[in-house]
């Protein structure tokens, strides 16, 4: 901060504030929240390689579906999972719907948001050593404002806007479909989760009007709300203040007797968390973990 703040020069000013804008939106949070510690360890600033799902991921899950038929619950919300001290009493788990399964292993990947909020009621309690790593673990909030026009404003070679001011900093353009898309992060999005939508695209159009005079009329929009949604609670995990590599192994690490499980982006402590990829590895290596004791517990 201190070196920023001696920055003589305006355009070099700007281009060091779009890098750490770059960082924040990246890691969905304010850089006085996030451990720089922690950060250097992780995968900042490594070469990503990015694939697009042009019509979304659930495709993704329907085809690993389909090709291993699995019973999925869809539309089931867990409230409760009660763990026996009896090793050989089942676990027993209720959703809202008051229905009941019994298990001998859970594998649980509900987002960290959720587990913060305390979306399911443990019984025991969980212990000590994983409430405090879902505490200390940072949680982000990236929101995304999709606005589309009637035309195109913008130059359309251009992929992205970035705008060196305190509200709207990155927009990303869609000069095909005349759609900006604007990402917002940290405070100033649970700020703007506070107000309606037309009051946001508002704040937009006035932040854009500087640059683009002959802004029109935005047609339609669309806006989300990561924390408030119950099933997230926010975006992704990050290392806040405070947060090591170790909180991230310790949300990962089974407890009750080695009968419950964790995975989910939060939990990848041996690659990169807050990804689609984190959650896969994570889910799949404690599966797989799953799969090898009821194995060895089989064939005994
Ligand atoms: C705005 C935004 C942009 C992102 N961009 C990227 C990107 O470009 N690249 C990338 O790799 N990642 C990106 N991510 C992150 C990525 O989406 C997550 O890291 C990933 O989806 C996490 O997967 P998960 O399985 O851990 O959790 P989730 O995908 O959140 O799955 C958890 C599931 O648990 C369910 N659930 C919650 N509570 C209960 C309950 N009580 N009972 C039953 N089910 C419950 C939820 O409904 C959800 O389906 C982005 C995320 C956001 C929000």
Known sequence: RDKYEKIQDEQMRRLVE??????????????????????????????????????????????????????????????????????????????KDNRHYLTKYVLITIPLGCLKAN?????????????????????????????????????????????????????????????????VCGRFARKLEQQTDEEIVEEIIQCLKPIYPQIPKPIKWLVTRWSCDPFAYGSYSNFKVGA???????????????????????????????CVDSAFESGQSEAKRIYNKLNILFRD
């Open 244 to 274: 090591t590599h170790e909180t991230s192994r310790e949300l990962a690490k089974e407890c009750y007797d080695n009968r419950i499980y964790w995975a989910g982006e939060h939990t990848n402590y041996g690659g990169t968390i807050g």
């Open 119 to 183: 979306s399911i009621q443990f019984t025991p309690p969980l212990p000590d050593w994983k409430q405090n790593a879902i505490d200390q673990m940072g949680l982000g909030l990236l929101n995304k404002i999709f606005i589309q026009y009637p035309s195109t404003f913008w130059d359309e070679k251009l992929d992205d806007l970035f705008i060196a001011s305190n509200s709207f900093r990155f927009f990303v353009c869609h000069p095909h479909d005349h759609i900006l898309v604007a990402f």
């Open 18 to 95: 779009m890098n750490l804008a770059y960082i924040e939106h990246y890691e969905a949070s304010n850089l006085d929240q996030l451990s720089v510690k922690s950060y250097l360890k992780s995968d900042g600033g490594i070469n990503t390689c990015d694939l697009t799902l042009p019509i979304g991921l659930g495709t993704f899950m329907q085809q690993i579906v389909e090709r291993n038929p699995l019973p999925i619950q869809l539309n089931t919300i867990v409230t409760n999972i009660d763990i026996p001290s009896d090793k050989n009493e089942p676990i027993r788990i209720t959703t």
